[in-house]
């Protein structure tokens, strides 16, 4: 048995490999975009005491987090195609991975709101401060804290799961590597690049979420706390 | 010292009744509180005074009796929250400063947000409220980065910001070591100086005795009994002097 291994053979379509990286880069910043603004209010919506916000924001995220990701997506892809609606296999792995990470970033949020000392929210509404304002100056942030770390864990997994876009032809990393290994017939060559280049994407999506952790911060700069 | 008492309550509780379940805390309780006037509500623990306090910021509903503040009806449903709560600043025990905002930021939020205050009109008066409460130094430092006793002058502090015309106070030094004790003292001191309203739960007797200018003792969801800070040197209840002889007057 010997192992013979031609990188250049697949190396030769570097700008196949580099477009699907980026496709994959700008899916998973799309979604986690969306998705942390729909997570975070479905994390509202179910922490109201109204069972008609509450509850279908329970069942949202439950339906989601009990299936798996491949049959979201196709729900999206034929549930939009059957309603005669035409989008770009780019738009709908979008709102696929929306709707995914969503559900996961509402549980996580959850569980940062739940973190914020009830003396907090009773001290902000001492001094008059609204609803809507105490979320938004007192809890919010504070909650944001407490999860980053399993927060940004998830949007770097959703990173890696958005290689099943590649099932409803979305052009992004891993379906570049099937159309360059089917042309090859290099496929281990071929998926040892992929593998590598995704842990590129996961340390560069690490950094972003550390340097975005600074901005957010301020006092953990400032204090030199880490994360 | 007021020539029209009745006219010019700041607070007024008449009959308040408050069960949790079926355990009933405050079971008509009456006191009221003029203008300029320091108010001490003593008691064991357990006998009703921090829910007869919070009821008065609306923190708690009352099951009956009528709770007037600043004019507005605290025990009706249709009470302006936000109104009352302009008119009225709390101090809990625990501070309760916000951990990711500098003293500053702390401070101005609520006169911008709520106020609507320009922001470096926010940043002087958060410059005022500090040197009240001898932090100035402290304006761009992070709650963490502060003693015990400065957090909580910095939490007076930001309560003053939002000019209330009655400060409440619940055992605010009860976290505190006696030398924090004093400094926070001290503070609260000036404020009755400069004419505050205030209702202040408190075990510091001694403190109490000086300040107050009028105590409330409640017992079992009652106020037992009630009078200038000579009570609690010359208490006529059974109850009262035990409470006062257990040690808790220290001066
Ligand atoms: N939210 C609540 N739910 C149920 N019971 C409560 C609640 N808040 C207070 N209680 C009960 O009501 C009683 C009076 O409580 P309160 O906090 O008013 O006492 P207190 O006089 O302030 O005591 P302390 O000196 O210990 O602070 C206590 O028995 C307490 O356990
Ligand atoms: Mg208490």
Same mark, same amino acid.
């Given at each position: ?18 477009? %699907? $990286?980026?496709?994959?880069? =700008?899916? &998973? ?9 729909? %997570? ?51 738009? @709908? ?11 996961? *970033? ?5 569980? %940062? ?5 009830? #003396? ?55 379906? @570049?590597?099937? /159309?360059?290994?089917?042309? *090859? ?12 280049? /995704? ?21 953990? !700069? ?6 | ?9 700041? @607070? ?31 008691? !064991? ?6 829910? $007869? ?6 923190? =708690?509903?009352?099951? #009956? ?29 625990? /501070? ?25 009109? &926010? ?30 002058? &910095? ?26 004790? &004093? ?5 609260? =001191? ?15 007797? #001694? ?13 079992? #969801?009652?106020?037992?009994?009630? %009078? ?7 208490? *006529? ?15």
């Amino acid at each position: 048995m010997s192992l013979q291994l031609d990188f250049p053979a697949v190396l030769e379509r570097w700008t196949s490999f580099l477009a %699907g $990286a980026v496709l994959t880069l =700008e899916l &998973a910043a799309f979604a986690t975009v969306l998705g942390a603004l729909l %997570g975070t209010l479905a994390a509202v919506g179910r922490g109201t005491h109204n069972a008609l916000i509450s509850g279908p924001c329970k069942v949202y995220v439950e339906t989601i987090r009990n299936t798996p990701l491949l049959v979201q997506i196709f729900l999206v892809y034929f549930g939009l195609a059957s309603l005669g609606l035409k989008f770009s296999a780019f738009a @709908v792995a979008v709102a696929a991975l929306t709707i995914n990470v969503g559900a996961y *970033t509402a549980e996580i949020m959850r569980a %940062g709101f739940e973190a914020i000392p009830r #003396g907090q929210i009773e001290a902000a509404e001492g001094l008059a401060l609204s609803r809507l304002q105490i979320y938004w100056h007192i809890i919010l942030l504070p909650a944001i804290e407490k999860v980053y770390p399993a927060l940004t864990s998830q949007f770097v997994l959703l990173m890696l799961a958005s290689s099943v876009c590649s099932q409803i032809s979305a052009e992004e990393l891993t379906a @570049v590597a099937n /159309y360059i290994q089917s042309d *090859t017939y290099r496929a281990f060559e071929t998926y040892i690049i992929v593998a590598v280049l /995704y842990v590129i994407l996961s340390l560069v999506m690490r950094a972003g979420f550390w340097g975005l952790g600074l901005v957010l911060f301020p006092r953990r !700069r400032r204090l030199g706390t880490p994360l | 010292m007021q020539q029209n008492p009745s006219s010019d309550s700041i @607070v007024s509780l008449r009959d308040v009744q408050k069960s949790f379940g079926s355990l009933r805390v405050l079971d008509g309780v009456s006191f009221a509180v003029e203008r300029g006037e320091v108010l001490a509500l003593i008691g !064991r623990s357990g006998s009703g005074k921090s829910t $007869a306090l919070r009821c008065i910021d609306r923190f =708690e509903k009352v099951d #009956g009796g009528e709770i007037v503040v600043c004019g507005h009806r605290v025990d009706r449903p249709d009470v302006d929250l936000r109104a009352l709560r302009q008119d009225v600043g709390i101090v809990f025990q625990s /501070y309760n400063l916000f951990p990711h905002l500098t003293i500053e930021q702390n401070i101005t939020l609520a006169p911008c947000a709520v106020k609507g205050l320009a922001h470096s009109q &926010a940043k002087d008066l958060a410059r005022k409220v500090l040197a009240q409460v001898g932090l100035e130094e402290k304006l761009h430092a992070y709650p963490e980065q502060l003693s015990g006793g400065q957090q909580q002058r &910095a939490a007076i502090a930001r309560s003053l910001a939002m000019q209330p015309k009655v400060m409440l106070f619940d055992e605010v030094t009860s976290a505190l070591d006696p030398e924090l004790t &004093a400094e926070v003292l001290k503070v609260i =001191e000036q404020l009755a100086a400069d004419g505050m309203t205030m209702v202040m739960v408190t075990h510091e007797m #001694g403190f109490a005795k000086g300040i107050a200018d009028r105590i409330v003792f409640m017992h079992r #969801g009652k106020v037992h009994e009630t %009078g200038p800070a000579s009570i609690l040197t010359s208490p *006529t209840t059974p109850e009262l002097t035990q409470f006062v002889g257990t040690g808790n007057l220290k001066s």
